[in-house]
């Protein structure tokens, strides 16, 4: 369940206080962002951005084929 700009604060305690062992001071004196990055979230690549998908379209363009198999 989604609440207060689309945090699951319930979620987000469990996993604040039993999942990291925080305590409740603790968990509340962080930020949102500060919490998230604890949690993992946001680690891993950046995101596609429009220059990578224009890349990726002219390097693998779509094309259909037709029932004899041309393009």
């Not at 987000?12 to 979230?41: I, N």
């Not at 891993?44 to 198999?69: V, W």
């Amino acid at each position: 369940m989604k609440t207060d700009a689309g945090f699951d604060w319930p979620g987000l305690m469990r996993a604040g206080l039993q999942g990291l062992g925080l305590t409740p001071d603790q968990f509340w004196a962080l930020t949102p962002a500060e919490l998230l990055m604890m949690l993992g979230e946001g680690q891993g690549p950046a995101p596609m951005g429009r220059a990578g998908l224009e890349a990726l379209a002219a390097r693998f363009p779509d094309t259909t084929r037709s029932p004899e198999g041309e393009t």
